[in-house]
């Protein structure tokens, strides 16, 4: 499924002569596709399959909201036809895909612990793997989301300078990016040297997700930078 | 009185090389009059998914921590990939602190885990049984059983 979704990308950037990062609804069906991908090297780092179910609705909901409301467009600004570009934003994109994901299975991991801790073996308890296992996949995402938000970073900082005349490094995206891939570089040093580690990490990744989130809305809303395109 | 504690636990070492270091209770019964044979005066060991400990007392020469891990991983097949590092070691004041704090769930992947103690009760009472459990190690694990049910009606360590 993954493969043939990356089919249907690279058919959509060769036909329309721009890769499909341009409007809300496309830079969706990337998102979907991103956290797919995520979640299938994560699986296949840490060998857990019961997962699949709650990371594969999410990608199922963004690439139905895409496939409801995209347009095709074939004129777009020529600066989002770059091929840096489109590296720049898909591995933001997947960046962001996997923060989400590492938020899923710390949120999973925390409702696991306190159904332990009240001794109630239900459902959840059935259907989830051990708590170790959701940590490793938390953290795995959490690593893959450090490395990619660092290329995106790279990238654009490569080429937003030639690209754009009025380049800032004030850029509050570029600014809140850089502090969301600085706090999680904290959390895999702390994790590492030991200072962190089960409940308190699964923490930092859900809360981590929550500044990501809330600091994009902040900056979409109230700031204004070259990374507004409209 | 010397006592020593050798252990792996989810501190130390992942799942995959715990789950080789589990213990059965038959395997826990044949390990205990080893550890006497080795010199040690009194011993207990418990073993549960997330960590196996095994407690040493003695007055003269003791098997010591490294004997000590060396049959543990001679017990167990497929063990022979498993790092020394992935084993703790502790003694004296040490071990006793560290018993308290198992036996409390502060140690426990869940913390205030309820369970560990009566796992902790039934390495000891495979002790008696085989009478590789004194006075001294008595003594030792009432006091910590003690400590691990004030922890659980004094304070909120297991509440959810």
Request: proline share 3%.
């Amino acid at each position: 499924m993954v493969c043939l979704h990356l089919v249907y990308l690279t058919a959509r950037t060769i036909a329309f002569n721009h890769p499909p990062v341009t409007t809300v609804f496309e830079i969706l069906t990337v998102v979907a596709f991103s956290v797919a991908l995520a979640y299938l090297v994560i699986e296949m780092i840490s060998r857990a399959k019961e997962t699949g179910y709650f990371i594969i609705n999410i990608a199922f909901f963004f690439q139905l909201l895409s496939s409801l409301f995209i347009r095709d467009l074939l004129e777009v600004p020529e600066i989002l036809r770059s091929n840096l570009f489109g590296l720049h934003v898909s591995a933001a994109l997947l960046g962001y895909a996997a923060i989400t994901i590492s938020a899923v299975y710390g949120f999973l991991y925390l409702m696991l612990y306190h159904q332990i801790k009240a001794t109630n073996f239900g459902a959840i308890y059935q259907k989830l793997p051990n708590l170790e296992v959701l940590e490793k996949m938390s953290f795995s995402a959490f690593k893959m989301a450090f490395v990619l938000l660092g290329v995106a970073i790279i990238v654009g900082l490569v080429w937003l300078p030639r690209a754009f005349e009025s380049f800032s490094y004030s850029d509050p995206k570029l600014v809140g990016t850089i502090t969301i891939w600085l706090l999680y570089g904290l959390g895999i040093y702390a994790k590492t040297r030991g200072d962190w580690k089960g409940r308190k990490v699964m923490v930092i990744a859900v809360l981590g997700f929550c500044i990501t989130i809330m600091s994009m809305m902040v900056i979409n809303v109230f700031f204004s930078g070259f990374h507004n395109f409209t | 009185m010397n006592i020593t504690c050798v252990g792996i636990s989810h501190h130390t070492a992942p799942l995959e090389q715990r789950e080789r270091l589990w213990f059965s209770p038959d395997e826990i019964r044949s390990l205990l009059p080893k550890l006497a044979d080795l010199g040690a005066d009194e011993c207990v060991v418990f073993s549960t998914c997330n960590r196996t400990e095994v407690y040493v007392s003695s007055t003269e020469s003791d098997p010591g921590p490294d004997v000590l891990k060396q049959i543990l991983l001679q017990l167990k097949p497929h063990t022979s990939d498993i790092p020394q590092d992935a084993l703790f070691t502790c003694q004296g004041a040490e071990a006793t602190r560290h018993l308290f704090s198992v036996a409390s769930g502060i140690d426990s992947m869940v913390v205030g885990d309820v369970q560990i103690l009566s796992q902790i009760k039934e390495g000891l009472h495979f002790a008696v049984e085989k009478n590789t459990a004194g006075f001294f190690m008595n003594k030792l694990f009432q006091s910590a059983f003690h400590a691990g049910k004030r922890a659980r009606t004094e304070t909120k360590i297991s509440e959810g």
